[in-house]
């Protein structure tokens, strides 16, 4: 993995959403895929498709349809309190930085929409209804096996210099995404990524404690470390 160590690359691959508009090799993209499908997926399946969009047209239409649903998750925001983590500073800097790429998704040299096939169990019309309700009940590990990829390719672009911020909001408007890749029906879309040189630098990831997220055998305990 080029020359940074594992846990260099892991506590530096924060969101970068200030891009130049240098174009990215292929040949790095290339290593950036061939590290994201060493990801586990549910039965090995590999159902995963990776559209990489570099088309001029098609990022800045996949970029108004960004800008579109960011309209919707402004509005979510406006109802909901600050996390108590992030103080005004913080929280003013953060929401200025997520306003940028809402106006510039379309001006990243690569734009990266990984998806995934319908599950190989989607075919069986025969299952019993109580097995079928259990699966549709499910729905919350949909990603499950999409998301471990797209981690892989956070700390592959951290690794090869380049920033990358994983989002979603696009699948407001899932259809219009679809529309512009010419997707098929058994394939669905999962984040929608930026990729491209920084502008800036890449920056120390800060989170909350271990013990504050973490519990030894029972809720509400404390895990010690
Ligand atoms: C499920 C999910 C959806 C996200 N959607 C967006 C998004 O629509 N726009 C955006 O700018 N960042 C988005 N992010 C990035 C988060 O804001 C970011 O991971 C978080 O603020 C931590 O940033 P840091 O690693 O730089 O500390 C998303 C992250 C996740 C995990």
Known sequence: MAETGLFEVMYSAGAIRRLRPDPVPDEVITKVLDAA?????????QSWLFMVVKDAGKRKQL??????????LMKLYAGAPRPEHMDEKKYAR????VQHLFDHMGDAPVLLVPCLKASMWSGNTNLPADIKARMAGSVRIAGSSI?????????????FGLGTVLTTIHAFFEEEVRAILNLPPDVQTYA?????YPQGHHFPVKRKSVNEVACLDSYGKAWPG
């Open 192 to 196: 929608l990524m930026p990729i491209g």
């Open 63 to 72: 970029g108004a349809v960004y800008k579109k649903a960011s309209e919707i």
């Open 147 to 159: 998301y471990p990829a797209v981690q892989n390719i956070i700390l592959a672009c951290r690794a």
């Open 94 to 97: 953060f929401m200025q930085s």
């Open 37 to 45: 499908i060493r990801a586990p997926s549910g039965s090995n399946a």
